[in-house]
């Protein structure tokens, strides 16, 4: 049995989307496929995702299943529209309900809204085997950064999400709702006691110090010099470094409107009369006006 790994940056958010495929059998999966936005016309397109409808038309493969590590804040799923062209089933990690709990009511949202994770076609636990052609899929829970985080192992490839990022990046922010340094790390733990040449595929590349994209890295190596943790680092220390930096962020670019429909399992949101799509956008005016 074989696994090939197809890699594909988005640059608006410097996503890494991938398609996976058993060769034996030609059944596929995408993780984290993502849609074109332009903020200040608030217009959705589809150049990215139809190049990863072409990829799977071109070589007659087969898309079984549309998996998102986690309801991502900085891009917006294009799961819907891809399984619209190719079909498969969207899914996600079962913490995605506590996820939509919060964000119903941090965003008001109306009764249309159910945050029951009814939005997706499964509900993934962890240690559940997803059935790709002749392999499996297995999720591994890694909250942290949220509670509703998700790493894929797919024979020796971790899909890990926002677990962790290249070694010289470090790890990602917690300071989301129900976000938690001590969980990230204790997710992290459970990746470090893979094996060592368990080959780690990152979802974002922000290429620090202006280096060339990367987004492929082993257990090994994450050990050895991941800047926030690595094999000797302590909880407490990176729970200081963590919460130390997570300070120092700005809020991501397209969070309002990314996780409003992400957690939709990026479904639009119902059209008024005239056939239009709106989002919320809260409003935070100085304390005491």
């Known amino acids: 049995m074989a696994v090939h790994v197809n890699s594909f940056y988005h640059p ?31 217009h959705l ?6 190049a990863l409808i072409h990829h799977i038309k071109a070589n007659n493969l087969t898309l079984v299943w549309l998996l998102e590590t986690h309801a991502h804040a900085d891009h917006i799923s294009s799961a819907q529209y891809i399984k619209s062209k190719l079909g498969g089933k969207v899914a996600i990690g079962e913490g995605i309900k506590e996820v939509q709990q919060i964000f119903k009511t941090k965003f008001n949202l109306d ?33 942290g950064h949220t509670s509703d985080s998700v790493s894929y192992l797919i024979e020796d490839n971790l899909f890990v999400g926002d677990t962790l990022f290249m070694p010289d990046a470090g790890t990602a922010r917690c300071d989301f709702p129900a ?3 001590a969980t990230l790390y204790h997710s992290i733990q459970n990746i470090y006691s893979l094996p060592d040449n368990t080959t780690i595929w990152v979802c974002h590349d922000y290429q620090p110090n202006n280096r060339e994209l990367a987004y492929k890295t082993t257990v090994h190596q994450q050990k050895r010099s991941n800047i ?9 220390e990176f729970i200081e470094k963590r919460e130390k930096r997570d300070s120092t ?5 397209l969070q309002t409107i990314a996780i409003q429909l992400n957690i939709n399992a990026g479904k639009l949101p119902p059209q008024d009369e005239q056939g239009n799509y709106f989002i919320k956008l809260p409003l935070f005016t100085p304390r005491g006006e």
Do not use: M, R
Request: hydrophobic fraction near 35%; charge should be negative.
């Open 228 to 236: 926030h943790v690595n094999a000797c680092t302590t909880e407490d």
């Open 12 to 42: 608006q958010s410097a996503t890494l989307s991938y398609i996976v495929t058993c060769t034996d059998t030609l059944a596929t999966a995408i993780i984290d496929p993502c849609y074109d936005f332009d903020a200040p016309s608030g």
């Open 111 to 143: 009764d249309w809204f159910n945050a029951d994770g009814s939005q997706f076609d499964a509900l993934l636990t962890h240690g559940q085997s997803l059935k790709l052609g002749n392999i499996f899929i297995k999720v591994v829970n890694s909250p």
């Open 45 to 50: 397109s589809t150049d990215f995702s139809n």
């Open 179 to 181: 976000g938690s340094a």
């Open 249 to 253: 962020l700005a809020v991501p670019e």
